[in-house]
Nanobody, 121 residues
Framework: QVQLVESGGGLVQPGGSLRLSCTASGSIFSISTMNWYRQAPGKQRELVAGITAIERTNYADSILGRFTISRDNAKKTAYLQMNSLLPEDTAVYYC???????????????WGQGTQVTVSS
């Protein structure tokens, strides 16, 4: 049983900051890539940031320079530090990960329940 749980969302004013956390639990052998996605009402879910097992990162152009993804392998946790938040950052943010439950059994379709981020004055 593998689960991803997000936390850290909330209401913040434009220009403010939030840090999201995603913690994996269950029968985990290793965690490969961890990603943050977001979905706003009426829009498609989009990849915000990703980080590999060797901490190679990629970011969406819309948040480049404002958000930072990181991970703590000992804690099985990924973070998304969000600074200089804009109203257009308002969305439900989802954690996604490729997780191996054995030496040769890995899946990419693990998702958290989502956490709401609202940027408004």
């Amino acid at each position: 049983q593998v689960q991803l749980v997000e936390s850290g969302g909330g209401l913040v004013q434009p220009g403010g900051s939030l840090r999201l956390s995603c913690t994996a639990s269950g029968s985990i052998f290793s965690i490969s890539t961890m990603n943050w996605y977001r979905q706003a009402p009426g829009k498609q879910r989009e990849l915000v940031a990703g980080i590999t097992a060797i901490e190679r990162t990629n970011y969406a152009d819309s948040i480049l320079g404002r958000f930072t993804i990181s991970r703590d392998n000992a804690k099985k946790t990924a973070y998304l530090q969000m600074n200089s938040l804009l109203p257009e950052d308002t969305a439900v943010y989802y954690c996604n990960a490729r997780i191996c439950t054995g030496p040769s059994y890995c899946k990419t379709d693990y998702w958290g329940q989502g956490t709401q981020v609202t940027v408004s004055s």
